[in-house]
């Protein structure tokens, strides 16, 4: 079945540094991938959506110069946590539209960051 | 305003016992779709069931069943004779056609405790 990846699955970073999140659907294209953000013991909120060759559209309240994305492929997309703070720590999802279906996306295992 | 509303925050329940998860959603669209999808403690979302919403016919998969109700804005997940390995967050989800579909509304979730 489709196949989403996330690298890394975790990571501790110490504040001000940046961090890159890798999405990559790995048997299929995927137009349009999201990003989502979850912290401990609340839902998924959408932060971004990612669309290859394109800027990325983000949620109302999502500061897009600190968490920057890019989509250059297919089948990659990338989520850069520029100046990490303590409060960025989280999980992070992506999923990926598989652009030859009709609606079939598929989330990736996450990425946890760690802030200290 | 929430569009999706997991009213139940934690259920706990003895294994062999029947659970009912619930989710109420809101929207103006006529076309949408609503998912489940299960979050075990490695955070991996779990895709379990996705419904469009012309089709209200209740589904059964195994121990899994779904009841969608249009009537009363609806797609209530039950478990029949519960496991320990059921244990996890439970999502519902909605998607709408006025976004393309390109957002998830996720409901805060329904973390489901199973004893032995």
């Known amino acids: 079945g489709a196949v989403v990846s996330q690298h890394p699955s975790w990571v501790i970073c110490k504040s001000g540094t940046s961090v890159k999140i890798e999405c990559r659907s790995l048997?299929?294209?995927?137009?349009?991938m999201f990003w989502y953000r979850q912290f401990p013991k609340q839902s998924l909120m959408l932060m971004a959506t990612s669309n290859e060759g394109s800027k990325a559209t983000y949620e109302q309240g999502v500061e897009k110069d600190k968490f920057l994305i890019n989509h250059a492929s297919l089948t990659l997309s990338t989520l850069t946590v520029t100046s990490a703070h303590p409060e960025d720590s989280s999980f992070y999802i992506c999923?990926?539209?598989?652009?030859?279906?009709?609606?079939?996306?598929?989330f990736g295992p996450g990425t946890r960051l760690t802030v200290l | 305003a929430q569009k999706v509303t997991q009213a139940q925050t934690e259920i706990s329940v003895v294994e062999k016992e029947d659970v009912t998860l619930d989710c109420v959603y809101e929207t103006r669209d006529t076309t949408y779709y609503l998912f489940w999808y299960k979050q075990p403690p490695s955070g991996e979302l779990v895709f379990l069931i996705r419904r469009n919403s012309f089709d209200e016919q209740n589904e059964i998969s195994g121990r899994y069943s779904w009841n969608f109700q249009k009537s009363t804005s609806s797609f209530n997940f039950t478990i029949t004779a519960s496991q320990v390995v059921d244990s996890a967050v439970y999502f519902c989800?909605?998607?709408?056609?006025?976004?393309?579909?390109?957002?998830?509304?996720f409901g805060s979730g329904t973390k489901l405790n199973v004893k032995p």
């Open positions: 048997d299929f294209q995927a137009t349009t």
């Open positions: 989800a909605l998607s709408e056609r006025g976004d393309n579909f390109n957002k998830f509304y």
């Open positions: 999923s990926a539209r598989d652009s030859g279906q009709v609606f079939r996306e598929f």
